[in-house]
């Protein structure tokens, strides 16, 4: 005859859980990716999301002496 409710679901689960096999894993290269603001003094690497308090914390903390537009040209306006 065919199947029923339960025989369809357990069929979309399968398929599903294929689809979204390959996204599981580790975000290392990812993240690796996403390292786009870098420290031009240290060269240290930061987060493509990391505000502009954090690059100031980072050049007051580690570099003292610099003044903060060396250490991260792209905080210029």
Sequence with gaps: ???GNGQKSKMAREKHMEKNKAAKGSQ???????????????????????????CREH???????SDIYACFPHLKK
Excluded: D, R, W, Y
């Excluded at 290392?28 to 999301?49: D, G, P, R, Y």
């Excluded at 050049?59 to 002496?65: G, N, S, T």
């Design 28 to 54: 290392l290269e990812s993240n690796k990716k996403a390292m786009t603001i870098q420290c031009k003094v240290c060269m240290q690497t930061f987060i493509c999301t990391t505000s502009e308090v954090k």
């Design 59 to 65: 050049a007051e903390a580690k570099h003292p002496k």
């Design 1 to 3: 005859m065919g199947g």
